[in-house]
Structures are given as structure tokens and as C-alpha cells.
């Protein structure tokens, strides 16, 4: 059973403009929501994450909305430029305590810029 | 430089052999990972560890064995009961104190069975 449903599963925007990736969960119990971003043949790097406290979080050109209410969560990445063609994956775990060191991931969204 | 290494980038695998790829990082960090990727799958963990002479089963443990003598090493062997192994394999670490759980990841060894 996936825990983390994410779409769309390809996306292609125009440079400039802005990029939203989406994610649901069904666990209650998690409170952490990371988005990592993966560039061909390398490992995923952290882009930014959010926690439930907290219905927004910004840094630069990318920005996490989260609704607790809806277990929804999303990714926009404003101003998209070529550079920032790549996959993107949410994920969720529980902070702390039992399970707390595991991520679950949604399966990606392929993310290409055109000019 | 602290990180996460990871060895060889490419392997190659006759059936019936068993293989292991190599996973170190300098980063001080308590708990490992070992995840695997196919395409349009995303990342799925197979083994973690938290604490050295201790791992536990991810979601798709099976045909896979770990160990974890040392903090800094956390080998994953494929063995031949693993029925289809080619796929990207990712390493990955994070502290253990850290009540969110960061997770930083290696770069990733793609195996081919021939």
C-alpha cells in the first residue's frame, strides 16, 4: 500500500514559469515532509522541508504549501529555469519516536524546463 | 570533505552470483540506509541501521543482506535469491539524535545482471 501518492508523474514547463508537484498521505502520525531533488545518474539531494506547525514554507525560488486537513502537501517552484530540470521526490516519516528513521517516498515527478 | 561514497558506480552480475556494493561515509553519522530505484518507483528502502551491530528490514528486505561492524561502513550484498536486482542502489545516513529525520545520500551504484 503506497502511503505517499504524488503527481503529476512528468511535468514540462516553460522557463519562467512556475512548477507544482503534489503529494497525499494517509498516515496521520507523520509530521515531517521533506522534497528531494535528483538529477541524472546522482543520489537525491534535500531541497527544502516542512513541518505541520507551519501551512508554508519559502526558501528562495521554492516553496512547500502544506494542508493538514486535506494530508496534502505540495512543491512550487517559482521562476523554473532550465537548471532546475530534474526529478523531484516528496517524502513523509514520523519525527520522532518508533519509525521516526524512516522515510516513505512518493514514486517522482520528472520535472523538464524547456526555454 | 564530509559525505557519503559509494562503490563501483556501475556492476555488472552474472545470474547466480552474489554481489556487494560498497556504502562509507565520514559524516559521523548513526543511522544508514540502503534503498532501491527502479524507474517510475521511486526509492524503496530495503535495509536500515541505526546504531553499529544492529539493522533492521525496510520494505523489500528479501534477496538482500546487510552488516553493520563499523559506524562508518554499511555493506549490501545481493544474493542470487534476489530475482531481479538490477535496479539503482542508494546509501544513505542521517544522525540519529535529529528528531527529523535529514537524510543525506550517496551517489548511487547501478547494477546490471547480464
Known amino acids: 500500500q503506497q502511503q505517499v501518492k504524488q503527481s503529476p508523474q512528468s511535468l514540462i514547463v516553460q522557463k519562467g514559469g512556475i512548477s507544482i508537484i503534489n503529494c497525499a498521505y494517509e498516515n496521520t502520525a507523520f509530521d515531517y515532509f521533506p522534497w528531494y531533488q535528483q538529477f541524472p545518474g546522482k543520489g537525491p539531494a534535500l531541497l527544502i522541508a516542512i513541518r505541520p506547525d507551519v501551512s508554508e514554507k519559502k526558501e528562495g525560488r521554492f516553496t512547500i504549501s502544506f494542508n493538514k486537513s486535506a494530508k496534502q502537501f505540495s512543491l512550487h517552484i517559482m521562476d523554473s529555469q532550465p537548471g532546475d530540470s530534474a526529478t523531484y521526490f516528496c517524502?513523509?516519516?514520523?519525527?520522532?519516536?518508533?519509525?521516526?528513521?524512516?522515510?516513505?517516498f512518493g514514486k517522482g515527478t520528472k520535472l523538464s524546463v524547456i526555454p | 570533505d564530509g559525505g557519503i561514497t559509494q562503490s563501483p558506480k556501475y556492476l555488472f552480475r552474472k545470474e547466480g552470483q552474489n554481489v556487494t556494493l560498497s556504502c562509507e561515509q565520514n559524516l559521523n553519522h548513526d543511522a544508514m540506509y540502503w534503498y532501491r530505484q527502479d524507474p517510475g518507483q521511486g526509492l524503496r528502502l530495503i535495509y536500515y541501521?541505526?546504531?553499529?551491530?544492529?539493522?533492521q528490514k525496510g520494505d523489500i528486505a528479501e534477496g538482500y543482506s546487510v552488516s553493520r561492524e563499523k559506524k562508518e561502513s554499511f555493506p549490501l550484498t545481493v544474493t542470487s535469491a534476489q530475482k531481479n536486482p538490477t535496479a539503482f542502489y542508494l546509501c544513505?545516513?542521517?544522525?540519529?539524535?535529529?528528531?527529523?529525520?535529514?537524510?543525506?545520500f550517496g551517489p548511487g551504484t547501478r547494477l546490471t545482471v547480464l
Open positions: 541501521s541505526q546504531i553499529v551491530n544492529d539493522f
Open positions: 544513505a545516513s542521517s544522525m540519529r539524535d535529529y528528531s527529523y529525520n535529514e537524510q543525506f
Open positions: 517524502a513523509a516519516s514520523m519525527g520522532s519516536g518508533a519509525g521516526s528513521y524512516q522515510l516513505t
